[in-house]
């Protein structure tokens, strides 16, 4: 599976933060490409720099 986080922005934006097997990254790029109803995707910049983001855990809900 994928792991990484979502944060909401200061400035609106959304940052994704993903690591997984390439297919898996592929497919979540395609969509978040579309977004979800009602969004409005401006760009996506994949960066692929696994070693200055480590991830260790699966997607999940963080309140702060």
Same mark, same amino acid.
């Given at each position: 599976?994928?792991?990484?986080?979502?944060?909401?922005?200061?400035?609106g934006? %959304?940052?994704? $933060?993903?690591? /997984?097997?390439? @297919?898996?990254?592929?497919?979540? %790029?395609?969509? $978040?490409?579309? /977004?979800?109803? @009602?969004?409005?995707?401006d760009?996506?910049?994949?960066?692929?720099?696994?070693?200055?983001?480590?991830?260790?855990?699966?997607?999940?809900?963080?309140?702060?």
């Amino acid at each position: 599976g994928l792991e990484g986080w979502v944060p909401n922005l200061a400035d609106g934006s %959304v940052e994704v $933060l993903a690591s /997984g097997e390439s @297919g898996q990254i592929e497919l979540l %790029v395609a969509q $978040l490409q579309q /977004g979800p109803p @009602g969004a409005v995707v401006d760009k996506i910049e994949p960066v692929s720099d696994a070693a200055e983001h480590p991830l260790s855990s699966p997607f999940g809900i963080i309140k702060g």
